[in-house]
């Protein structure tokens, strides 16, 4: 390629380890990001609040979630599908041309690069020259030109730029969370919007039948309900009446009835987008992705509860 005689870019890791899935305090004029861990999942369905530690608020986890996708902030929403990551501090001046090898910055060599973003205001404005030729593959390359084009409009306080790039392991792919974290990288793409939703709702119907599945591996009696689901898999019916049930012989919480809605308007998009070509509406679909976020959580922690990887002591009511 032609960048390849490029010289190589001077690159600082800003943070060196990659971080969990984080989301944003929704507050106004706040912002403060926090980590998504087990414990605020728990929180949140066991309405428990915790505050921020930026503004001394509530933190409000569904908020939190319509923010990332409604405004499609690829660290969040990447983030919550299971991508971790860097951020580097370049050095570069106006008219620079670049080679960018991440693997030689210490990017892992087994990842898939899903998301790279810049922060602009140096005095030039980065552009990226790459392999245009991809068979098969969204993912941006690990290598690639980078050429800095002289911006007037912009004045040239300092010459670093932070880059900060997302990758998600391979192993995730073949993993139960893989399907959703291809559903947020075609959301966050913006392309189709569609198929993005029929990822998401594949994820949240995979994640339904492996926590059935658990269920009954736990042998508790199986009535009729779950033959005729055994029969044919029917997501609404699964959503709607057994996973309550479920939820309810643990102790633990249902879903939010508004999340319930949402997942059913997810199964509607995702009918739409199998059999027409219309475009879905980008706001009604940020909310599903929200809610599918939450019900995923959901069904992994009551899958944790079930099979006692999490000891949970029901609260008295
Ligand atoms: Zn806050």
């Not at 990001?33 to 605020?40: E, F, H, N, S, W």
């Not at 728990?42 to 409604?70: P, T």
């Not at 219309?278 to 079930?306: C, D, G, K, Q």
Request: glycine share 6%; with cysteine; aromatic share 8%.
């Amino acid at each position: 390629m032609i960048f390849d005689t490029w010289p190589s870019v001077r690159f600082v890791v800003e943070q060196p380890s990659p971080t969990g899935p984080i989301l944003a305090c929704h507050q106004e004029s706040c912002g403060r990001p926090y980590p998504i861990t087990l414990k605020m999942w728990m929180d949140y369905f066991l309405g428990n609040r915790q505050l921020c530690e930026g503004c001394s608020r509530s933190i409000d986890v569904w908020q939190s979630l319509k923010f990332a996708f409604q405004n499609q902030v690829p660290v969040l929403v990447l983030g919550l599908g299971g991508a971790a990551n860097l951020t580097f501090n370049v050095e570069l001046n106006p008219g620079d041309q670049v080679l960018v090898d991440l693997t030689a910055a210490g990017l892992p060599s087994d990842v898939s690069v899903v998301s790279r973003q810049y922060s602009t205001a140096n005095g030039y404005r980065p552009i990226e020259v790459t392999d245009l030729h991809h068979p098969g593959s969204r993912h941006l390359p690990a290598r690639y030109g980078l050429i800095a084009l002289a911006d007037i409009e912009q004045s040239a306080e300092a010459p670093d730029m932070l880059m900060q790039v997302m990758f998600v392991p391979t192993e995730i792919y073949s993993q139960p969370g893989g399907l959703f974290m291809l559903a947020c990288e075609l959301f966050i793409a913006n392309e189709p919007l569609g198929q993005a939703a029929v990822l998401a709702h594949s994820a949240v119907e995979g994640a339904i039948r492996e926590a059935i599945k658990e269920y009954f591996a736990r042998g508790v009696a199986s009535g009729a309900l779950s033959e005729k689901l055994a029969e044919r898999f029917d997501v609404k019916l699964a959503t709607q009446v057994m996973m309550p049930t479920i939820a309810e012989n643990f102790g633990f919480r249902q879903l939010p009835q508004h999340i319930l809605g949402e997942l059913e308007e997810l199964r509607k998009v995702r009918n739409d987008a199998a059999h027409t070509s219309t475009a879905p509406n980008f706001s009604a679909v940020a909310l599903e992705f929200a809610a599918a976020t939450v019900a995923l959580a959901w069904f992994e922690i009551l899958r944790m509860i079930m099979s006692g990887a999490i000891s949970y002591i029901p609260p008295t009511s």
